[in-house]
């Protein structure tokens, strides 16, 4: 029996045919995107007149194509490797992949905390907020809890007293 190199390209472009529209099947009924690890950090801490802190917390998605609802951060924040206090805010925002947002977080500072950040007197500090953060996936996701360890370092703003960027 003699095949003919018609037939042979007939049937291997049928092939390709049916497994590409096997993949693209596949894809709809994966298990869809995961949710990627989320950071938050300081973005600014204010010593306020009444002696209490205000952080603004800047939460971040790493998630290159699913947003996310913030639902909570737990964390203890420490300045220069001394406690700080504690920062427990729920704040119910949506983020749109790869994008960030913020929220603010009052709370009475540790004396430790106090003292670290003003014995830096007018130079950068460095910070550690440790804990959890609960996201879901999209506006509507089931929280998901995600270990928080975030550093980083806040400066003086120049000229403007008690903030620290």
Known sequence: MIIHPSHVLV????TLAIATVLMLL???????????PP????QQLTVNSDGTWAAVVRF????????????????DLSLNGK???HVAISPALDIPAMDA???????????AGAAALAAAKRNAISYELKG???VGKGTQGKPQPFKLDGKGYI??????SNIWR
């Open 11 to 14: 049937r291997t472009l049928q």
């Open 26 to 36: 596949a894809g709809c009924f994966g298990a869809g995107t995961k949710l990627q």
């Open 39 to 42: 950071t938050a950090g300081i």
């Open 60 to 75: 971040q998605n790493y998630s290159y194509d699913t947003g996310m609802h913030v639902y909570a951060i737990d964390a």
């Open 83 to 85: 406690p700080a206090g």
């Open 101 to 111: 947002d913020i929220a603010t977080a009052t709370f009475k500072p540790d004396a």
């Open 132 to 134: 959890t953060l609960s």
């Open 155 to 160: 400066s003086p703003v120049p000229g403007v």
